[in-house]
């Protein structure tokens, strides 16, 4: 039934129109035209301006959850598996999806919007699920090293407890759903299946943190539309 349902959400978020003319058009003339319209300007400077406060917010609220103390987990997947540091390879395939995806939905200004405040609503309920699920980090875990967040972010205090549910594995179904193309969509889900594999491979997460993932970015994706819409 779980599976069945998320197959629902998937075709009918690729289905569906994103938007209505003209915020449906591609390339410069597509984003020209969208611009034209204030409810586009509205929701993209809205969206990117919850995502630049929550970029630079969710830093301190990691910083609130690794003070906590946690919950381990038993887990039936991580004790088969053995614990190796894979962040290369994670990122490289992260970011070359997001390259890949963000050169797609730049020519989309209808897709990219909806992407945008789908990502935000991601994180907001992220922040929730983390509140409600404190939880230590696995047995045997390898510390994941983003070579560009931590940078950025983190480069003292390494972030361990942000659990449930694996970003890096919704970020990229995320993706997935926003594309309009049917290759790079069937690349986005192989590689969303390979970052939930690698991450456990890491023990960086529990197996329902990865579980969980696809889901929680599938509602993203269908609470966003409903943004995008209004």
Not at 50 to 64: N, T
Not at 65 to 74: F, M, P, Q, T
Not at 94 to 115: D, K
Not at 119 to 148: E, K, N
Request: aromatic share 14%; hydrophobic share 55%.
């Amino acid at each position: 039934m779980a599976a069945a349902g998320l197959h629902y959400m998937f075709s009918l978020g690729n289905r569906e129109p994103l938007v209505t003319a003209p915020f449906a058009e591609k390339g410069t003339r597509g984003w020209m035209r969208a611009w034209e319209q204030p409810r586009f300007r509205w929701q993209l400077g809205l969206g990117l301006t919850l995502g630049i406060i929550l970029a630079f917010g969710m830093p301190h609220y990691f910083a609130f959850i690794e003070a906590r103390v946690g919950k381990v987990l038993a887990d039936p997947l991580l004790p088969h598996l053995p614990a190796r540091d894979m962040s290369w390879t994670t990122f490289t395939i992260i970011y070359l999806c997001i390259l890949l995806a963000l050169i797609h939905l730049g020519r989309r200004p209808g897709a990219f919007v909806r992407v945008l405040w789908a990502y935000c609503i991601m994180h907001l309920i992220r922040i929730g699920t983390l509140w409600f699920a404190p939880l230590d980090p696995p047995t045997g875990l390898v510390l994941l090293h983003d070579p560009i967040v931590d940078t950025l972010f983190y480069p003292t205090n390494p972030i361990t407890k942000d659990l449930f549910f694996s970003g890096h594995t919704a970020t990229i179904m995320l993706l997935a759903l926003g594309v309009r193309s049917q290759w790079l969509q069937r690349l986005l889900l192989l590689a969303t299946v390979a970052i939930g594999f690698l991450v456990l491979v890491q023990h960086a997460h529990y197996t329902y943190d990865v579980v969980a993932a696809p889901f929680f970015a599938a509602l993203s994706f269908w609470l966003a539309g409903k943004v995008v819409r209004k």
